[in-house]
């Protein structure tokens, strides 16, 4: 008897994170930025909402509800108390939801939004919440991978994405650059400790959709290098582990 294989048109799809995390050994990160065309993620006064669209945002929330979690510091906790659901364009909450993931060793307020699920209970609503009291990247992989979680989106601003990227642990960057020029202000990239235009990192345009006035670029690190190799050697730099800081990141949040 003569058998046919016919693949499911979505089959990829389903099996991509988790086969994107088996060849990794850790989960798949993506480091989420939404800043205007000069790179900066809020206004000199330390306003940020909103830097981009109704459109990206949506856009946002989407790619949350395909992720296994969604990752802020402490510095955002506090600052900007996120819910970190996925929601539709009515607030509706959306039928998936990430794991949402807290990162630093400060006490989140008894009454913010993410304080009452620390530990991975659920919460008022959407997806469980889970506070992990640790500035190194590696750590919190380790503890996600555990948990069963297969990708992860940055979405805690420069001090977060800038420590994952120093520690070689980003995968691929997701843009929101919105057509605005503020001049001032705290930029989208910390310090990468690159000091020199060779040394530059060099990323690939996997690609580029229009959201209403703005623009998504998703983009990964060239091939035959990694984020680590694009900059100095963690092991030299006293911030190249730290996921988190004393300072707010300042981050144009879809809450």
């Known amino acids: 008897m003569r058998v046919d294989h016919q693949p499911h048109p979505g089959a990829e799809d389903l099996v991509a994170d988790w086969a994107r995390a088996a060849r990794l050994g850790r989960p798949h990160v993506t480091w989420k ?28 929330h989407q790619v949350r509800s395909q992720v296994g979690a969604v990752l802020v510091g402490t510095g955002t906790a506090l600052t900007d108390d996120p819910s970190l659901t996925a929601r539709d364009a009515d607030g509706t909450l959306l039928a998936d939801q990430p794991l949402r993931v807290v990162v630093g060793e400060r006490d989140l307020p008894a009454g913010s939004a993410l304080a009452l699920a620390a530990g991975g209970a659920l919460s008022a609503e959407g997806g469980a919440v889970l506070h992990l009291r640790t500035h190194d990247p590696a750590r919190v992989l380790d503890e996600l991978r555990e948990r069963g979680v297969h990708s992860v989106l940055l979405e805690g601003g420069p001090t977060l994405g800038g420590a994952f990227w120093r520690a070689g642990l980003v995968d691929e960057l997701l843009v929101h650059l919105a057509p605005a020029l503020l001049g001032a202000g705290p930029l989208a990239v910390p310090d990468l400790g690159i000091t020199t235009i060779s040394d530059a990192a060099r990323l690939d345009l996997v690609d580029l959709t229009r959201l209403g006035p703005d623009l998504q670029l998703r983009l990964r690190p060239t091939a035959g290098g990694t984020a680590a190799d694009s900059t100095s050697d963690p092991a030299t730099s006293t911030s190249s582990t730290q996921a988190t800081s004393t300072t707010p990141d300042p981050t144009p949040q879809e809450d």
Do not use: F, K, M
């Not at 993620?41 to 981009?52: E, K, M, P």
């Open 33 to 60: 930025v939404a800043s205007t065309l000069d790179g900066r993620v809020a206004a000199a006064d330390g306003t940020s909402r909103w830097i981009t669209s109704p459109e990206a945002r949506r856009a946002a």
